[in-house]
């Protein structure tokens, strides 16, 4: 029944009745039955002669534009409205492609809407499309063009466009292509004559160091960024208190000396902590959602005192901790600005509850998935264990980004990536932070999410030092292998170098140290013995073979044969059987073709041994 009053009031007589209903149909668009109906509805609306109807509609369709049954006919519907003639509607229309843009089937095309309304006429205009640059920036597929749309917005002769633009520079500065540009242009923001742009770049400023802040890697570097920001809002908060504007530091200032303290004055009085967290809840004295915003400040309370329970070297697990704190303030800052702004934009701004965990689970999702590429393409063709790192990751990269039970994937392929982490780089440690207590799930998976992609970047790093060795690693492997083909006299280099040239870098290396081991008398009694055995094992398997390997015609297979014959010969050195026999083992391993003649798994247990002995003596 109440559906069918909607329908029918959208042909009221009054344009403010129809205005009304325009706008409560984007509220209740996710729980309609019809939305066929809804949307007919909508459209007849947008087509409207009077502005604050077309205005009411467009809003309604940016906020229902996920569930339209046809996101193409909207995406038109908005299209079409951005020449509207009315400067309130094209400014409805720019908020409305900000908040549907992920949904928006050609985001190349909703791209080039918001960079032709950067250059509006109307102010009112430009403003929503410095906010929906903030709210867009990591979707827009080329994000040159967005960046420079924004700063020439910084450069408004419009205050409040300047104002949007340094909050949004504030909210995407992890997506920016140049990230000093981006951060020059917060700086050249705070100077500005205007309080309230100085206020809101201070403002991005620190939550600029809080993002450094978590990414740095030594104690150091993370102490100074985080002590940056506290600097940044405490002077966002003079500046609000001097000039009576709202204040968007004055639950962040009290929480981040908190965190400060628990972090770095150990010894600092329990009485003083909790006076910071006083400090935070009287912030909010007088505000309408109170009790809401005490709720965030107590979960925020827990992930600060836990870092009291957390050693001084840990330092990831203090990160992953300023991580949940930054994702509270983010939301308490969007409840207050709701609350206290004075203009008409305030009850917009409540409606906008969706987008308040800072970065989106979304756009962490495709940060995760694009780490797991990266990683794989570093450790292709590198071999064990590098191979089992990039399935473990591609997999976890792959889940995320496809399945909608995050903490499930993270629970099930974590440990198994920890496994394969530990076997490339011993010791290292994945923290990955039981949830929190008392906090909505939603939350909760943004603040698992993000410290996977934490993960996953710390360890793209190290992978990328031992990359940058690569070629003088190569240099040294191409040394190695000559090392060993003179060890041989002529005949037996022709048949060494066939097998060498097929092995990986390690499995140089260990040839090479068997090798040299044995040529300077370094072996004990005991290790040569067990190096005759596995090349008596081998020469059986070659025998058992032989008739497969006469078959084959090309050089690999004659080197074998020849070995073969000669290794049975009285005068073939023994030593020198040892030595050819010791890469043949993973040449033959590697081998494709192994799997057909059934001695992959005898070859595999001889190569282990040669790998516990190489160990003995390296």
């Known amino acids: ?56 509609a467009i809003f309604s369709v940016g906020q229902a534009f996920r569930y339209l049954p046809n996101k193409l006919l909207g995406w038109d519907a908005l299209k079409i409205s951005t020449w509207d003639e009315s400067d309130p509607v094209r400014s409805e229309v720019a908020f409305a492609i900000g908040y549907a843009f992920p949904h928006i089937p050609d985001q190349e095309m909703a791209s080039d809407a918001l960079h032709r309304m950067s250059f509006d006429e109307a102010f009112s205009v430009r403003c929503e499309v410095a906010y929906a640059f903030g709210q867009v920036f990591l979707y827009v597929p080329n994000k040159g063009i967005a960046f420079n749309d924004l700063r020439y917005l910084s450069e408004d002769l419009n205050f409040d466009v300047r104002s949007e633009a340094a909050i949004s520079f504030g909210q995407i500065y992890s997506y920016l292509p140049d990230q000093k540009k981006g951060y020059k242009l917060i700086l050249q923001l705070i100077n500005d004559k205007n309080p309230i742009v100085r206020i809101n770049a201070i403002h991005s400023a620190g939550k600029v160091s809080i993002y450094l802040a978590g990414r740095m890697e030594d104690d150091a570097g993370f102490k100074r960024e985080l002590e940056n920001a506290i600097r940044f809002f405490e002077k966002a908060f003079r500046e609000s208190e001097r000039y009576h504007m709202f204040n968007p530091s004055k639950i962040c200032l009290p929480l981040y000396r908190a965190f400060h303290a628990v972090t770095f004055q150990k010894d600092s009085s329990l009485q003083g902590v909790e006076q910071y967290l006083s400090d935070a809840k009287a912030a909010l004295s007088g505000s309408e959602t109170r009790g809401q915003l005490v709720q965030i400040i107590e979960n925020l309370a827990g992930a600060i005192r836990e870092v009291q329970n957390l050693s001084a070297d840990n330092l990831l697990g203090i990160q992953n901790r300023l991580i949940s704190c930054s994702i509270y303030c983010a939301k308490a800052e969007t409840i207050l600005v709701s609350i206290e702004g004075k203009t008409p934009a305030a009850a917009r701004l409540m409606r906008r509850g969706a987008r308040i965990i800072r970065r989106d689970m979304e756009g962490i999702k495709r940060d995760i998935f694009q780490e797991a590429i990266e990683i794989c393409k570093i450790t292709k063709d590198k071999g064990q264990p590098f191979d089992s790192l990039c399935a473990n990751v591609c997999r976890i990269g792959k889940r995320l980004n496809e399945e909608e039970n995050d903490i499930k994937v993270i629970n099930e392929e974590v440990p198994a990536l920890h496994r394969t982490v530990m076997e490339v780089f011993p010791g290292y440690d994945i923290q990955i932070n039981e949830p929190l207590p008392s906090i909505p799930d939603e939350e909760n998976r943004a603040i698992q999410l993000t410290h996977v992609h934490l993960e996953l970047t710390k360890i793209k790093k190290l992978l990328l030092g031992i990359d940058s060795n690569v070629k003088e690693i190569q240099s040294n492997i191409s040394e190695l292998s000559q090392t060993i083909l003179l060890r041989f006299d002529k005949n037996e280099r022709l048949l060494v170098e066939v097998f060498i040239g097929e092995l990986d870098n390690a499995q140089i290396q260990i040839s090479h140290d068997i090798i040299e081991a044995i040529a300077q008398n370094r072996l004990r009694i005991d290790d040569i013995h067990e190096l005759e055995k596995i090349t008596a094992e081998m020469r059986r398997v070659l025998i058992e073979n032989k008739t497969f390997f006469a078959r084959q015609k090309d050089e690999i297979f004659d080197a074998i044969n020849n070995f073969t014959a000669q290794s049975g010969v009285s005068q073939y050195n023994a030593s020198h059987r040892i030595m050819v026999t010791v890469p043949l083992i993973p040449f033959l391993m590697n081998y494709q073709i192994i799997h057909e003649i059934q001695a992959g798994s005898k070859l595999e247990p001889l190569w282990k041994r040669i790998q516990t002995l190489w160990k003995q003596i390296t």
């Open 1 to 56: 029944m109440a559906w069918e009053d909607l329908h029918r009031l959208t042909r009221h007589k009054k344009k403010e009745i129809r205005a009304a209903t325009a706008y409560a149909i984007g509220h209740v668009f996710p729980y309609l039955k019809n939305k066929e109906i809804a949307w007919n509805d909508l459209q007849y609306l947008i087509s409207s002669e009077d502005e604050e109807i077309r205005r009411a």
